[in-house]
């Protein structure tokens, strides 16, 4: 049997369940019988059914299922949660194989869904497209290992390097990419937990930092505010989404209510890891840091980033705010009409 024609099948639909699913993983389960696909599903919302209990649910003849193989992006979890076992469920239904693309390292987990497994019998085969599903999962493996979010450095720069000018005549973005990368942006804040920004960004363009251009929820919104100097009035601060406030102030001018958090840190030290505790405090599993350049900055020079994404459009400044720095060479490029994406990865 084909095993890995079946695994890139999981992690197609798996794809359907980021952005929603957290903080349980986005994993992708299809049902095989005799080489044919009888069932498929993905993670539910949080509180909802797991990958394997939606593609077991989508077989019409259960009768099928003791002879059938399952496959899995992560290893079936062992534990009781919001939702029962779903190793239990598969043991249950008597499957002939299991199999898997990655073990999961929740040390909830870590091996005991496979032992479950092979203590009931079932053949269990492990590591099918492994590379691929730990990249697809990189956002879980990275809270799991790393004990922080999967971190994303996201920009535009003009061709010659400026990411905004010195001066401009609104409270507005000043737009250096083109329609087509703005778009995409808001899908990624579809998929991603949180989204992070330095003072200066609030204050010269107002952002919303929602989404707005693509389907999906909101993102947690963060502002790094050493000294308060953000405006009450500004778009973050309207109560529509929770919103953290990292500051050095202890005495707050900001009024704490359900949706609006304070969290101080000591900015003369390394800010970058004081506020990774921060967003793991918060349970944030990923970010994408949108500016400016020195609270990206700040995040590459002390090597906390997973991912850069840079737009750099067609638009040149005479004069400006100059671009982060990367100390790592690009992996790939991507073009978006005139726009050029090019993306980065921290090994």
């Not at 330095?198 to 919303?208: H, M, R, S």
Request: with cysteine.
């Amino acid at each position: 049997m084909n095993h890995k024609k079946y695994i890139e099948r999981c992690l197609q639909i798996a794809k359907n369940g980021i952005g929603t699913s957290r903080p349980n993983p986005s994993v992708g389960a299809v049902v095989v019988y005799q080489n044919k696909i009888i069932g498929e599903g993905f993670t539910s919302p949080y509180g909802g059914n797991h990958a394997e209990v939606n593609a077991i649910n989508a077989v019409k003849d259960k009768s099928l299922l003791k002879e059938a193989t399952i496959y899995v992006t992560l290893e079936p979890c062992a534990h009781f949660g919001k939702t029962p076992p779903c190793a239990d469920l598969i043991v249950k239904h008597q499957f002939k194989n299991v199999v898997i693309g990655c073990v999961d390292s929740n040390s909830l987990v870590a091996g005991k869904g496979i032992e479950r497994l092979i203590n009931a019998g079932i053949n269990v085969i492990v590591g099918v497209l492994e590379d691929e599903c730990r990249k697809h999962h990189k956002r879980f493996f990275t809270v799991q290992d790393k004990k922080r979010p999967y971190i994303i450095l996201k920009w535009a720069q003009t061709k010659n390097g400026f990411v905004a000018p010195l001066t401009k005549d609104a409270q507005k973005p000043v737009w250096i990419s083109n329609q087509y990368s703005q778009q995409l942006v808001h899908k990624w804040r579809s998929e991603e937990h949180a989204i992070l920004v330095g003072t200066n960004t609030v204050i010269a363009d107002n952002p919303k930092l929602n989404v707005r251009s693509w389907s999906g929820e909101n993102p947690v919104r963060i502002v790094l505010d050493r000294t308060l100097r953000a405006s009450k009035n500004l778009s973050i601060f309207d109560g529509s989404v929770k919103t953290i406030v990292i500051t050095e102030k202890q005495e707050c001018l900001f009024e704490r209510s359900r949706d609006l958090f304070i969290e101080t840190i000591d900015f003369s030290k390394k800010v970058a890891s004081q506020i990774c505790e921060i967003l793991q405090k918060h349970k944030i599993q990923s970010v994408i840091i949108e500016g400016g350049t020195q609270t990206l900055q700040t995040f590459i020079d002390e090597n906390l980033w997973d991912e850069g994404r840079v737009f750099v459009g067609e638009t040149e400044f005479k004069k400006g705010i100059k671009a982060p720095i990367f100390n790592k060479v690009e992996k790939e490029e991507i073009s978006i009409k005139q726009d050029v994406l090019k993306i980065y990865i921290n090994d």
